[in-house]
């Protein structure tokens, strides 16, 4: 519409008849490269601030100041045409539909759809009498193609109209999707939820089952060995009683003692702390004191041969020697009813090994109880493993891997 009424106006010129066209008009029209430069930049503006207006990057204070400036620019576009179409209006609605959010702001694009308008038909009713009318400027042709003029500029109109509904179409569209997109994913979320409240379930379960077991291995190792002690110095106070008062008494204040350690130790071992003596003493020591005290109250000859003696050992495996060495002599003296056992502990390349034999009464085949079974759970978590056999007595080996540390480091 700018080019057709600035090549108008200057064909008007060019034919001398301006004077008879300013007759109609209310006023003088600008030039008519300035007519075009002024509605071709401020189309440009227009198009520029509604890509800026589209921007994510722009807080709500700064796109409502864009907006009013793309209005701004929408009415000097309307008034370099001398208001002969306000359909560039549609332009700033699309925007606006375009920054859409939900019904909460229909209200808003009802209202701005409204003031764009009432603003469009303000200014035409306004500056209607200080601009020269397209109309004017079609008179100028002949009848026919004025007819051809005006049907152009309606289908032009038409188009506008077209694009500006099948962009609202496609709009909605887009936005179905997209609300169909959230909406597969919220209901992925959710089976995700699912399977992680049920995971959460499982590994609670799990780890619950892993506690029952790590107490009811600390208890039996510990209690156990305290008990099976006991049980074995109050025999052999039983028979002293009568014959030796006072070794009895001597053996039963080695039999509180070991209670004592006992009850420590299961206390410890609620609250997943180490044997009492292993926290004081070196492995070495350790071991040496739990083999004495427990030979002292059982009567029972143990002896401790070390064959290379392991070193840089971690807490982990410290506590499961500690602890093969405990259940392996307990089960000696309550189950195989031995009155000596050798326990040998030593290093080969690669392996940590204990080796513990007694002369108890053995069994023809092995059926492996409540300790034999805790120790291979122990023995397990460090990839060790545990071999027994009767043969004059029991033997039990116990091997865990050497140079776990280093690997850990790595």
Known sequence: MAGFMSITQEKIIKSMSARSFLETLPIVPMPAGECFALSMGSFLLLVGLGHLYRRDTLTDTMRYFVFLAEISACLLVMRSLNLAYDGVVL???????????????????????????????????????????????????????????????????????????????????????????????????????????????????????????????????????????????????????????????????????????????????????????????????????????????????????????????????????YRVVQEGITNANQHGHATEAIVTIGTEPGRNYIIIADNGIGCSEVDPGFGLRHMKERLGLLHGRLRYWSDNGFTLEATIPAGNRQEDDK
């Open 91 to 321: 332009l700033v609605v699309a925007d606006l539909m375009h920054r859409y959010q939900g019904k909460n702001q229909s209200w808003l694009l009802l209202g701005a759809m409204f003031g764009l308008y009432f603003i469009a038909n303000y200014n035409m009713a306004v500056f209607q009498g200080h601009v020269a009318p397209f109309d004017a400027y079609v008179s100028y042709y002949k009848s026919s193609v004025q007819a051809i003029l005006v049907a152009v500029k309606n289908g032009f109109v038409s188009v506008n109209i077209i694009l500006f509904v099948l962009y609202l179409v496609l709009l909605v569209q887009s936005k179905h999707q997209e609300k169909e997109r959230i909406a597969s994913l919220n209901k992925q979320l959710g089976d995700a939820n699912k399977r992680l409240r049920a995971y959460a379930i499982e590994a609670e379960r799990m780890a619950e089952t892993r506690e029952r077991n790590r107490l009811a291995r600390e208890i039996h190792d510990t209690l156990g060995h305290a008990l099976t002690g006991i049980a074995a110095g109050l025999d052999a106070c039983i028979i002293l009683v009568d014959a030796a008062p006072e070794a009895a008494k001597k053996q039963l204040a080695k039999i509180r003692e070991t209670a004592r350690r006992g009850i420590v130790d299961v206390r410890r071992s609620v609250k997943k702390l180490r044997p009492d003596d292993l926290e004081k003493l070196p492995l070495r020591h350790a071991i040496a004191r739990m083999v004495a005290e427990f030979a002292e109250s059982s009567n029972m000859k143990i002896k401790v041969i070390a064959l290379g003696w392991p070193d840089n050992l971690r807490e982990d495996e410290e506590e499961v020697i």
